[in-house]
């Protein structure tokens, strides 16, 4: 038996989040606190709506860029043998594999790591978030500073375009698909736990005082 559960049996009221000794709370309803309070649903019956949504929606942007790297960039035109990325020697469609799984997995540490508090999946995410942004600038930038380039201006923006249009598209996904499994514990919680969190969004009626009668 959980301690959250041990605490309900003893008598926790329902809507109430019970708290342990020295008013911290246990790690799993600290846990479903910081979910409820980032994504603010109204209700349970929100919870599940916005888990269904987010995931639909993040698993068709996924998709979506697949699709995109597939017709715009692995099945393109390009001259491989140019622009060859000075980080990790990767040509293009290589580079634009890579910001592709760059974005997915940077973005699911930092989801991650903000609802868990913990630090190093973070710092690892920073760093996988700044080597995807330099891949997809460096066509560009290559293309107007540095005088021997192998790209012209026209297809270093082109390349730019596509490499962003994969690192954004894939971030909002990403994030998405990871509200939708946080959601999906968070229902498991709520009904494992008998909790019910709507009245914390039930606006408060105050009775209203009347001023004294004057004399």
């Not at 989040?17 to 309070?37: C, M």
């Amino acid at each position: 038996m959980s301690e959250a559960d041990a605490l309900l049996e003893e008598g926790a009221p329902l809507g109430l989040v019970p708290t342990a000794e020295g008013d911290d709370l246990p790690l799993d309803w600290e846990f479903a606190e910081r979910i409820l309070k980032r994504l603010n649903p109204r209700n349970q019956q929100g919870v599940y709506d916005m888990a269904a949504r987010d995931s639909k929606n993040g698993g068709m942007l996924i998709t979506l860029m697949v699709v995109v790297w597939w017709l715009f960039i692995g099945g393109n035109n390009d001259d491989l043998s140019a622009g060859v990325s000075v980080f990790f020697s990767l040509n293009f469609e290589q580079a634009a594999l890579a910001v592709m799984v760059l974005s997915l997995i940077s973005a699911l540490l930092t989801e991650f790591s903000r609802d868990m508090g913990k630090i190093l999946p973070s710092t690892a995410a920073g760093g996988m978030l700044i080597l995807a942004g330099l891949y997809v600038a460096e066509p560009l930038v290559g293309a107007l500073f540095i005088s021997n380039a192998d790209l012209d201006m026209q297809v270093g923006l082109w390349r730019t375009l596509r490499l962003g249009l994969l690192w954004g598209g894939t971030t909002y996904g990403s994030n998405l698909i990871v509200n939708a499994l946080l959601l999906k514990w968070l229902i498991r919680f709520l009904d494992s736990n008998d909790y019910d969190f709507s009245e914390r969004n039930e606006p408060i009626h105050r009775p209203s005082v009347k001023p004294p009668a004057e004399n």
